[in-house]
């Protein structure tokens, strides 16, 4: 077995096929061409913003772990730089040594990740700009934050998750930030009526955001950026972080001639077989999956979906049976202390996929309103005309808030109509909730406005 | 209209099928023995305790809002003491006036709640022994702690939601505080495993727990309580609260010839009509449940169950249609910092209701291990062999935990296999989960016993 990319996806999957199958029975190679194996991606704002201290503390496991425990040849630094079906075969280079390696396959598992989008302006070799997809992209900004002369003025490009996590991330360290964005809101995960709460969160933090403006280029001196150039004039800048997404890579896939869906990802099926091409696997960042509710192919590059295909696709490699199910696009963040919280369809995506809807939203507590520490709460349900169908939730609120959505989110997993959450037994006390429920109250008022 | 009860589950059904019926249509009388309506019975703990300082601030709404915004013509202090079914009339008492009223009904309304279990030794004329069901209890033991000599020692006898709270309320006051517990653990909703970290934890708060103790006995002096006697020696006490759960106030029920299950509840069907009974509705702590996944019928009594219900009786004497679903034993509490939350099926309750299982726990923590602030958190699951359905979770963390429960209270709704769980789509972002959410390993760990 040659596993392509030693992250979350590659080396679960390598574990996992390794728990059930020996080392006599199967060989498990692993090149990765960054310095790190199995890290969380999604802990480097945190650790640039200096919440979480050390880098090794994202690390789940180290090279050595897999070697000793697992007996994996995790080969570090190790670019695979062609797949051959035919002959069954990678070639991967040695960027220390500089030389060129092969190695035959009987399995193949592809788990290359994803790549900050770039957008044509930061196609340079100006210094200064920088993503934060991998490990090694979150230790070049920190010592570019830590060299002198030292960055005082950020821009943040795109107010995705990690556009918005790392504005908040850069003013922790005191810089002046600006968050440059195209669309009327940052936080475009969540529709634009709930999305304001989270720009006025950042707003408070003193984030400046600059909404409806496009970045088109950069300034620079002496090979260092000195501002961002946007329709609406320059801002200055000592550092940029790029915000913009993620696109898998599929080069090496698109090379070897492994089919790409309309989302961009690796086409897979639901035990993350590569479609079509015998003994040859992908998940993670680099595939794509089913939403559960339109029914569409999505990227959605985030380490819990990762782990869980990486696990299917071991588990399936080691001679067992596991199916990865789909998602749903569930997820948390937060800004300071204002959580987000979202699962299914936005409106647009509903649009899109051509359900008719209504939306209610209901503003209530965290707690009992007279319980000390009771906090504002909006709870955003998206339900099918006239069927009821939950497509999709969303939550703002102050505290003990995002994670709540995970009782929408299997909700919607399991299609429940908002008339049959009316009658959901959720936990009631007054330190965690009002009598009725902020997510009971919202399936009232969606029912209520199914009815008209 | 006659409502008998005018708390939780009678004033919502009043509220509801007034927005259904107006005044000309429909008239409303509710009686209510006590000084109140609609109050927060579950706040009256933390009001003891002082985390709430005003007992007002319990009142969801006062009987000028029902008389002015409603038209419901409220009688406080007005005790219903028999029901005629064949004449249709309701006898009730002035408390105050001490005199007799009749009233004809087209709709009787049931809704009396339930009272503290009074064990034999509690039934005599000893001053400071409190149960804290209604709000006029919370009143009276509110006024002892507060009378002279101030009562310094506390004894609070049985482990259930309200004893621990209690027993944390009293010990917050400045009290010395016993919690004595016929069980091997207190808090019994929660399997013993999970209730030792309970006990652990109201230890720590420094509440002496004497738990495989029965009591059998008072002592007092001058009429004042001095100590209750148990099978393991006396404990001194100033004031004894009862956290022995309470039953179902059927009496007036039972002389009228409503019928009565085997939870002592009354019975009702799917839309909260009393079984066979013209025109006669209950709901709320008098009345029992449908448990979704035993079968079986309980009583639990909870202010979430007792809107819900009442909500379901007024739409549907309102005119229109509403059917309650049942429950699934769901609940969260807290003991300082420690969270609880549960649902469905204990064991015990699992090997009762005839099912054969297997039990797993997890231990992980609220946050990814990482990130600042990160506290352990257990989840047991407790699932069907060999189909794998869940039947029951629990979860006992430091914060952000209880209302976890949710998420499995909705994956226990649905019906849903440990199997089908391990591919929930749930929240992930490190300040609010490890990568793999603690319910999705313990989802992984039952999959793997079931295998076993």
């Not at 200055?236 to 790409?260: Q, S």
């Not at 749903?328 to 409106?347: F, M, Y």
């Not at 497509?391 to 399991?414: F, T």
Request: aromatic share 6%; charged share 25%.
């Amino acid at each position: 077995m040659i596993v392509v990319g030693g992250d979350a996806a590659g080396m679960t999957a390598a574990s996992q096929a390794r728990r059930l199958r020996d080392r006599d029975d199967l060989e498990i190679v692993a090149f990765e061409r960054g310095h790190f194996t199995s890290y969380s991606a999604c802990g480097i704002p945190y650790w640039i913003g200096g919440v979480v201290d050390d880098r090794d503390e994202l690390i789940a496991r180290h090279p050595a772990t897999f070697r000793e425990s697992y007996q994996i040849d995790v080969r570090l630094r190790h670019e695979v730089t062609r797949i051959d079906l035919d002959r069954r075969e990678v070639v991967a280079r040695d960027l220390d040594g500089d030389r060129e390696i092969r190695e035959r396959y009987d399995t193949l598992m592809y788990a290359v990740g994803a790549t900050p989008r770039l957008p044509a302006w930061a196609d340079s070799q100006v210094a200064g700009i920088f993503g934060v997809q991998t490990l090694d992209d979150g230790a070049a900004l920190r010592a570019w934050l830590e060299s002198e002369p030292a960055p005082r003025r950020a821009v943040v490009v795109g107010g995705g998750y990690i556009g918005v996590e790392m504005a908040e991330a850069l003013i922790q360290r005191g810089l002046t930030v600006t968050l440059v964005e195209r669309a009327e809101q940052p936080m475009t995960t969540v529709d634009p009526d709930m999305a304001v709460r989270v720009a006025d969160a950042m707003r408070a933090l003193g984030i400046e955001i600059r909404t409806g403006v496009e970045v088109t280029g950069l300034r620079e001196r002496d090979g260092r950026v000195t501002a961002v150039v946007t329709d609406d004039g320059p801002v200055p800048a000592d550092v940029v972080v790029l915000g913009l997404g993620v696109r898998p890579n599929t080069a090496l896939a698109e090379a070897a001639g492994l089919p790409l869906g309309s989302s961009g990802g690796v086409r897979v099926d639901r035990r993350m077989r590569v479609l079509g091409v015998p003994d040859v696997w992908a998940a993670g960042d680099c595939v794509e999956s089913l939403h559960r509710v339109s029914g569409l192919p999505v990227h959605i590059p985030l380490g819990t979906h990762a782990n869980k295909q990486g696990r299917v696709a071991g588990i399936n490699i080691g001679g067992g049976y596991a199916a990865f199910p789909g998602v749903i696009g569930t997820a948390v963040t937060k800004v300071c202390e204002l959580e987000v919280g979202r699962t299914g369809l936005r409106e647009q995506d509903a649009h899109a996929a051509g359900f008719e809807f209504v939306s209610v939203h209901v503003e209530s507590t965290n707690r009992a309103g007279y319980y000390p520490g009771a906090r504002p709460m909006t709870v955003k349900l998206i339900a099918e005309r006239p069927s009821g169908r939950l497509l999709g939730a969303q939550i703002v609120g102050w505290s003990e808030a995002a994670k709540r959505i995970d009782a929408l989110a299997v909700a919607l997993w399991n299609e429940m109509t908002v008339d049959d959450m009316t009658g959901l037994d959720l936990g009631y006390a007054p330190p965690y909730a009002p009598v009725w429920d902020p997510v009971l109250i919202a399936a009232r008022k969606a029912v209520d406005a199914l009815a008209r």
